[in-house]
């Protein structure tokens, strides 16, 4: 039996996380010192009352033990398992699941395992397992899957608007006067994850010149056929919910089919903060590299 690990950066549908041979280890979010692990301990609305009062959440990577006890569980079952993780580049936990790992197999030298960089987060993360959950069902190998799961990942395209500059200010990733200024004049960021990293790739003034620039970007980089499709994501379901309808609006003007928004982890809320929504979606139609294996 193959199983299939992903991290709480993932954000995927609740029925694919139903699947029995899904399970996820979470990464921490820190609340006035004290860690709690994402989608167990804490969730959205809950991180959501902290940042209200005015506590800055900070985050940090999966818990070593975690991985450990997950590893060598499947190594006692007998099953092969791959790790799906969250971007490299913003998180140690792809590095550390791979340290985990090696010294796991030192004591269960047969347990087949393999760990991939999905480059991605949030929602991107969730587009490539749940590709991989189908490969599984339909009796895809261990390596087979760890090749898709490499080549699929750079067709998947992410980009989120943040309407809180406040929050961005209080987290430290833009000073108190820039902050300001942008809420002032309705500012936007748009930022998307390129090569692994979160980039603020525009700034739109007002929330309608937000969404027009995103589906711009996105009809200039985007291959369409029947399959084609949207996924979006949010903070908090209220805050964001003009945005939602302006994103889905626009969205609809070119055909496009959307499935239902879904709540981002706490993880990335606390580095975006209350107010946004993400759209993501496959530059390419995945099923062209299922066919290649």
Not at 7 to 32: A, G, H, K, T
Not at 140 to 156: C, F, P, S, T
């Amino acid at each position: 039996m193959i199983k299939l690990l992903i991290d709480s950066m993932c954000n995927m549908r609740d029925e694919l996380l139903q699947e029995s041979f899904v399970d996820f280890v979470s990464l921490n979010v820190i609340i006035d010192g004290k860690p709690y692990r994402d989608k167990k301990e804490i969730d959205l609305a809950q991180i959501h009352d902290f940042m209200r009062q005015g506590i800055v959440p900070t985050t940090s990577q999966v818990n070593p033990g975690d991985f450990r006890e997950k590893f060598i569980e499947s190594a006692q079952k007998g099953e092969e398992l791959i790790y799906l993780s969250f971007s490299s580049k913003m998180s140690g936990s792809y590095a550390t699941a791979k340290l985990v790992l090696e010294e796991v197999q030192k004591e269960y030298q047969d347990f087949k395992c393999r760990i991939v960089d999905s480059t991605q987060s949030g929602g991107g993360i969730g587009l490539i397992a749940e590709k991989l959950i189908e490969a599984i069902h339909q009796g895809m190998g261990l390596d087979q899957l760890a090749d898709y799961a490499n080549r699929i990942k750079e067709h998947v395209n992410f980009f989120f608007t943040v309407q809180d500059l406040d929050w961005l200010s209080k987290g430290g990733r833009i000073s108190k006067g820039v902050s300001f200024i942008g809420d002032l004049l309705k500012i936007r960021p748009i930022v998307y994850v390129d090569d692994g990293e979160l980039n603020v790739v525009a700034k739109a003034r007002g929330d309608r010149k937000a969404v027009s620039i995103v589906v711009d970007k996105v009809m200039s980089n985007i291959e369409i056929d029947e399959d084609t499709f949207f996924d979006m994501a949010y903070s908090d379901p209220e805050e964001s919910k003009g945005i939602i309808e302006l994103t889905k609006a626009k969205l609809l003007e070119y055909g496009f089919k959307i499935r239902d928004a879904i709540p981002i982890g706490t993880v990335l809320a606390a580095h975006l903060g209350i107010k946004g929504v993400g759209l993501y979606y496959w530059q390419q139609n995945p099923k062209k590299f299922l066919l290649e294996n």
